[in-house]
C-alpha cells in the first residue's frame, strides 16, 4: 500500500488557465493538462529562479519529489509547444498557502 500524497502548497490558482496555438480552431486542437502543483513548480523554479531545495520547501514536500513535479510540467508545455497543443491548467493535490511566500 502506498503512502498518501501530501497536499502541496501553491501561492494562489493562475489567472488564466488556457492558452492555445493562434490560428487554429478550437475543434481541431488536442489539449495537454497541467495540474496546478506543476504550473507552480514551473512559477518557482524557472521564473522565480528559486534552487530545488528552496521552492520544494515553499511547497512542502521533498527535493525529489519538486524533481519530478518540474521534469512533468517542462514535458507537457515542451509537446504542447512543439506539436500545437492547447494548455488547460486544472487539477492536482494542492492548496492554497499565502502566509509568508
Do not use: W
Not at 501530501?6 to 489539449?31: H, S, W
Not at 513535479?69 to 507537457?76: F, G, I, Q, T
Request: proline share 4%; glycine share 4%.
Amino acid at each position: 500500500m502506498s503512502r498518501p500524497r501530501l497536499c502541496r502548497r501553491v501561492r494562489l490558482k493562475p489567472n488564466i488557465t488556457y492558452f492555445k496555438p493562434a490560428g487554429v480552431r478550437m475543434v481541431d486542437l488536442q489539449e495537454t493538462v497541467l495540474a496546478v502543483d506543476e504550473y507552480e513548480a514551473v512559477r518557482l523554479k524557472d521564473l522565480e529562479g528559486l534552487e530545488q531545495e528552496e521552492a520544494a520547501k515553499k511547497m512542502n514536500i521533498s527535493q525529489p519529489t519538486f524533481h519530478r513535479l518540474v521534469l512533468s510540467a517542462r514535458k507537457k508545455i515542451a509537446d504542447a509547444l512543439i506539436n500545437g497543443k492547447a494548455i488547460r491548467i486544472e487539477g492536482g493535490n494542492y492548496r492554497i498557502f499565502k502566509s509568508r511566500f
